[in-house]
């Protein structure tokens, strides 16, 4: 016999115990089955997120489930803490993009719009929020190390099977991020003293194959990691940030001196060789990236970017190799003309790049990112360390890198999902701290 949710007249409306267990285990039974489904579609999309589409660089298979459940995905983000400085930071740019379009080609009629680049600009763009969005929305269902686990995998299965991507060195441009987050998560149930073990062989990997960045990145998790394993007590738990922060100045100090003389000598490869002697002519101090003396210089002469589209003038480009002169670096050849004023500005930077592309609103963005990256990275390191901590540091220290000194055709997936974990972290961490918060709260209006 079925029962009516409305209650009869005569009838009592008081729930009997048997009728409320009833309740209870179909509200139970619900949510189960509406966690099941919720994990599976977690499962799923945190795998695909990284695999193309076909013929697509930067919109990948998990981009269009993402859009279906975008319904779900982005009030979820929303209400997680920096998710709504993220919003409103990426509302800007796109309601800002065609004002900053207009108004380059004005000041500037020497300049020309391209729409098929527009769109590549645009679709590169909403492959870096999405990455955020889901990532972050699939750490608060399965947890960062799942996703991690998953996405990797899905990077590494997208990196194997389209070898173009590999150029003359697959492990640094399709393995050098995917392989090493896959490993640490992997270990991250392991003993305590495996972690460490793979994350040396691993940076010792990456300096043998020409990938200087990433093994930095690894060596500074590594020293991050057993900073935060060593210094646990409470007692020292205030100071214990400022001996991280000193462990991390020193060993950045000797990594970068190691390095550049290992590089120097011929020890990294002859490319690595090459490039550092050129870098270390040129007295580039940021990165030894000679594209940043170019960007200060356009930021100079066009502070609102150029926007998505459109095409620098010969005075625009004039002004960048100026910029590169400063420091006696090459102003032609094949990467200068090749690349960097190739179909527009290319400055080895995501910030730049979001600055070239979408103006102020994308430097915010980008802005918003790096203070999220530095807050998830601090907490990561005032906390007990886990199994986790590790995997944590790497992804952020590789996200800052890339946000600062990587393009971001190549490496929006990994600072978007270095961006979605420190949102989803940061989150995390206010809402455990929320209910000691409630309950001294409750005590003080007692007393």
Not at 36 to 48: E, M, N, S, Y
Request: hydrophobic share 50%; net charge positive.
């Amino acid at each position: 016999m079925l029962l009516s949710s409305e209650p009869r007249s005569g009838w009592s409306t008081t729930a009997t115990p048997v009728q409320t267990t009833r309740a209870d285990l179909a509200s139970s039974r619900a949510d189960l089955v509406s966690n099941r489904v919720g994990g599976f579609i977690a499962f799923v999309l945190a795998a695909i997120l990284p695999i193309q589409l076909p013929g697509f660089r930067s919109i990948s298979i998990g981009f269009v489930l993402a859009v279906v459940l975008s319904p779900t995905i982005v009030p979820a983000v929303v209400r997680m803490v920096h998710g709504r400085a993220l919003t409103k930071s990426v509302l800007l740019v796109v309601l800002t993009a065609p004002f900053v379009i207009l108004a380059t080609l004005s000041i500037d009629h020497s300049r020309s719009f391209s729409s098929t680049t527009a769109m590549a600009s645009a679709a590169l763009f909403l492959g870096l929020v999405c990455q955020v969005f889901a990532v972050a929305w699939a750490c608060s269902v399965l947890g960062v190390v799942r996703v991690a686990l998953l996405y990797s995998a899905g990077a590494i299965f997208n990196a194997a099977v389209q070898p173009e991507l590999w150029s003359d060195n697959p492990w640094k441009y399709a393995f050098a991020w995917s392989v090493p987050v896959l490993v640490i998560a992997t270990f991250s149930k392991f003993p305590r003293s495996l972690q460490p073990v793979v994350i040396a062989l691993a940076a010792l990997y990456a300096l043998t194959h020409e990938s200087r960045n990433s093994a930095a990145a690894l060596i500074l998790t590594l020293l991050a990691t057993a900073a935060t394993y060593i210094f646990v007590s409470r007692k020292t738990e205030r100071r214990r940030g400022l001996f991280i922060l000193g462990v991390l100045a020193c060993g950045t100090l000797a990594i970068v001196t190691v390095v550049t003389q290992l590089a120097l000598s011929g020890a990294l490869g002859q490319e690595v060789q090459r490039l550092q002697i050129r870098q270390s002519s040129s007295n580039t101090l940021i990165a030894g990236r000679d594209e940043y003396l170019a960007t200060f210089a356009l930021m100079g002469h066009s502070p609102i970017g150029l926007g998505p589209g459109v095409m620098p003038s010969a005075d625009d480009i004039l002004v960048g190799k100026v910029g590169l002169s400063v420091t006696g670096g090459d102003t032609s050849g094949s990467y200068i003309d090749g690349y960097v004023f190739h179909d527009g500005f290319n400055v080895h930077s995501v910030a730049g790049d979001l600055w070239v592309q979408f103006g102020i609103a994308g430097l915010l963005f980008a802005g918003v990112m790096m203070t999220t990256l530095a807050r998830a990275s601090l907490l990561n390191h005032e906390s007990a360390a886990t199994g986790v901590t590790a995997l944590c540091a790497f992804l952020f220290f590789q996200g800052v890198w890339d946000l600062l000194f990587s393009p971001l055709n190549g490496n929006f997936r990994s600072v978007g999902f270095a961006a979605g974990v420190a949102v989803f972290l940061i989150s995390s961490a206010r809402s455990s701290h929320q209910p000691a918060a409630d309950d001294l709260i409750r005590s003080k209006a007692v007393l």
